[in-house]
């Protein structure tokens, strides 16, 4: 058996960092976990030991719920903190908006999401402010209950601590709870290279889904209370959702290993780095012009019609004229390479030429 | 890396099957199937092998989605098959019943299960006939809608191609559709020595949770649609319940390896004989009576409290004095082996002695 | 227009209270409140009397909630009190379980309820206590949450106050939360001789569906709140299930009436006491046979087949063999008179003759 | 009794037309019925004689479902015509978005409102085809299932039957089901001055709230299936969300006198022609400006705070300033009166010199 991941072939796919397999890290892990009988439904050792782990790295005692998915832990995290009549503010390009065909309504049903706009995917202090005195205390509508933030975001841009703090100064006086989207928190973390305790909980987040699929993992994500009175109204919700896994070691073997030797660091830092040495050589060429920084590993520009396909002739793949005419989005991932960015960027100049 | 299961310690816990690990070829695969980049979310090459093997195997056309744990599966096989004001009859002791935390009441909001009971954890037909004519059509009620089976049932019981015939007969005649929970549906089909079409679709089931965890497999099941028809439904569903997982490959890949080689068959049949193997060494010895015939993996007898307390000492690990008193449970699995038997039939002998 | 209510004809049906009209008075106050402008929404003068008349009538402040139908007092009730991981227990013969179509779990997706039998229609303190051991604090099962009971019960039956604060205990030592469905809270209440507080939160009850629709009223019912932290909640699932009415006026002053000049009292001594007598009446006749003790104003009784039909014959119309074979339920109403009791004994007389 | 509506005092509210009471012919129509004894839960011949008269006067035979309130019609209808995974695309500042607190959401949980913005608060044809083509078929996206239009809408304005049949080939051609909030249809059928036919179902309209409490109903509302295979699912539906009214024949006695002889429209008429003299009256005012045409019985206008304040000195009262600064909005109903509006043009007259 051969560990080492993509050793030949090009990763020519930047459609998404879910295109990627797993850390052979975390693979390994899964093997080495499988060793005799264990206490199932997270009773078990190792589960114990991702909650001491967590935080530690968070700087507090946090409440671990291991999930499989993103969407589950989003709507597990926003149904404990919003009321069935409350609704849940967002921004109209978030994924629990548009991905995840309406799960936060289903876990909390009768809640709403209610849509914040603002620039670079992130929500608009002001606007914020403005829809926060809508309708109070009027039977007629549901009520302000919950801020949700994704960071990084969709876009892959990043809410620096300073617009968190602003973002939580709004929430704390209206009486909002806050929960946040890390589906790439490391990638946000390592661009901002703050601790994660600042990212979060000194941010006002009270759960956070903390992503580790895109970055690594087969699939596991974990959603961190750090109130941990929120704990025993989780372990009934995540059960309910058919979200308790009983062979839990395995969930938890990935997350160990995530976090272990700081490996979702390294790995976030590879993709955030790959993608600054994509922008970097795509910024120097002809007709390609990029839209706006690269601050984790998601890459916004522009080109013709004829250098899209030409790449696409090549084998590249990634979403194009999805967010506008000749927009063109690239996605890096742990698992990109140096030889992948360059085929791309090579690929790019020759077609632009 | 040493992928020999639990080599060297005895499995001394017969809690429930699901204290074991998974198959070393599970696992392996999962390692096998870490190569480069693939579609997410189930539009890869493996997701769409996983169909047309289980098409094979069930002798027919079927829609195949895989997540994560059995409760979600039946919860989405009952939420497609009952109308939102229908209700689900269930045995009492049911795992649906009792087991999930109402996850198929939150994944069909205001649908109810009606309990119908019966001798060794088996739906009675004739009960199931009585509660069939209660407040039919009357809108102070909900309707019946689908009947929901367990195949091998809660205790390791059962039901034979006849009774399955029977129920197939009532359901067919008063509109009702067939779910059946098939956590341990190839301990079952070991037992019973049928094909998997006659012991599904050929007895009314319309859609069946084809469990792989308790049988091997980390984390897999597959829901398994007889009608295709109602797939766009299911599709939806598994999304808005979050248990559509991007890296899909890493379920099929289980349930690939789980297929191949008859490796599902041979793990069913390996726990079953180990609990064959301990029903026929229990029966000899004195103070220990034998409740029931055993059929699948699932072992229930008498013992006194003595006899109990001894095998505690010795680190077994069983659940007793939950079905009544002096009553014990005694589960294998397929990481069960003849040794692991062997020393505990020795042990009860020592105790009662 | 001629109020005088049913003035000629005769009533010949038994089949249930609410096949009567209303009181005319509360007709009348319709009319009366007829005049002018008003804020909707229960913003008016009329309906904060309401609140007034009822914490004077229960001696606590109490805030109150009112709606069209007994299905949506009770569903709405339950859903403040119980969370939706949780489970009512209720009587396998409540109206609640059998005659809602789930609008408790409607109203609280995810939630259960769970019988708890006993004798005469009411819950047995023994088999509640016996439920509330199961499976406590176990994240696979829904937690008790809520008892519900009905004064009077759905057979007529009443629970005295010394068996009410049995079931106090109980819930209060098991953090039970108490709901009560008083449809026919008057006529418990004149068949007891107690006041309304001892009845009700006395008795530790939460919220009551405090009715007036079978006893006298067109179309109302309150739900009461004995504490008053829950209005604001209440609120909000009031008007997301629909039932904020805008002309809440028409509402009030149904209650207003109902309360006035002991009006509820004298409609329920009413219905009792014609129950009473046709009791009295039936005892006398050879062939029918009573079945307990009526102690509102709904009788059980045996009679042949050939009595049944006769009456039925007659024009008289009543539910027979649906409590079993031969077995015919009598219920009487706040219109029912002297006469109409005294032409349904003479026509049973004939027909045993 | 006096059943005169309101005879001396001024009607000085245009708040609403919730402020109104009823019709004194509805009111009567509750005094006449109230005789006898009648089958319960809508099985009663004047019920059934609704179905027939509501049949003739759309020129089709339909299934009627009387609640009483509009929020429950309009979440009813909708949860029929749109499945969980589905959305309701509304105008954002429908009366479903906006003032039901998520009823419809409660209704359907899981469903979604996807909101289509246009002038006039009409839906633009232009953005309901631009959202239509928005993930379709998408798993991660709840899909288009219903449109939801206002007739008349909530600021008064009235679709023609020009732009409603614009829409329904919209609808048709993507298979979307239709319904109409008609909280004020009689308002927009006078204005139109067409067919009830013509305005719903021959426009696509598949479900309508049939609005009369708004019209001179006391709490009334008819949701009219035009498809009567929906019946039978909309009969559990109804009940289970706590809307079956036992003593049906007091919501079917409202309607019956709303619908003889012409009152539900000579009500909407004179609901109009007073916001027509109304609007007159203020058009030749120095310092008001009239906001758009009044279409039905609600005015937009401009006025100076001064004047404003002089009015509401006088005891006026309206809202102001909440569709922005120094807009008022004026209601009339079927129960304003020349002298009502004459008093208030005159006031504003006086303020304005």
Sequence with gaps: MNHVFNSTALNMS????????????????????????????????????????LSD????????????????????????????WGHVLCHPDSHIYNDECAAPEVFNPGSKLITVAGESTKISPARLREKLTHKLGDVHSTQPATLS??????????YNLD?????????????????????????????LNCTPAEMSWKSGIDILSFGATK?????????????????????????????????????????????????????AAQANNMAKRLEQGLAGIHGIELLGETQTNIIFCKMSAKTIDHLYGQGFTFYANRW??????????????????????????????
């Design 57 to 84: 790295i968070f700087e507090r005692p946090v409440s671990v719920f291991l999930v499989n998915s993103g969407s589950a832990a989003n709507a597990l995290g926003l149904s404990v903190l919003t009321p069935p």
């Design 14 to 53: 930047y459609v998404s960092d879910n295109v990627a397999g797993a850390s052979p890290e975390i693979i390994d892990a899964l093997a080495q976990c499988n060793t005799g009988q264990v206490n199932p439904y997270g009773n078990d050792d190792g589960t114990a030991r991702i909650e001491k782990k």
């Design 324 to 353: 506008g005419k000749d927009i063109v989005r690239l996605v890096t991932s742990f698992a990109t390479t140096e030889q992948d960015v360059d085929a791309l960027i090579r690929a790019a100049k020759n077609s632009s030429a």
């Design 215 to 267: 970055n690594g993992a087969l699939s596991a994500e974990a959603v961190i209370l750090f109130d941990q009175g929120m704990a025993t109204e989780m372990g009934y919700r995540r059960k309910r959702s058919g979200h308790l896994t009983s062979k839990m070691r395995f969930l938890s073997a990935q997350i160990d290993a995530y976090l272990s030797d700081d490996l979702w660091l390294k790995n």
């Design 149 to 158: 933030i994704t960071q990084a975001t969709e876009t892959g841009s990043v």
């Design 163 to 191: 617009e968190l703090q602003v973002l939580k100064d709004i929430c704390r006086s209206s009486n909002l709870k806050m929960q946040m989207d890390g589906a790439r928190f490391a990638n946000a973390l390592v661009s």
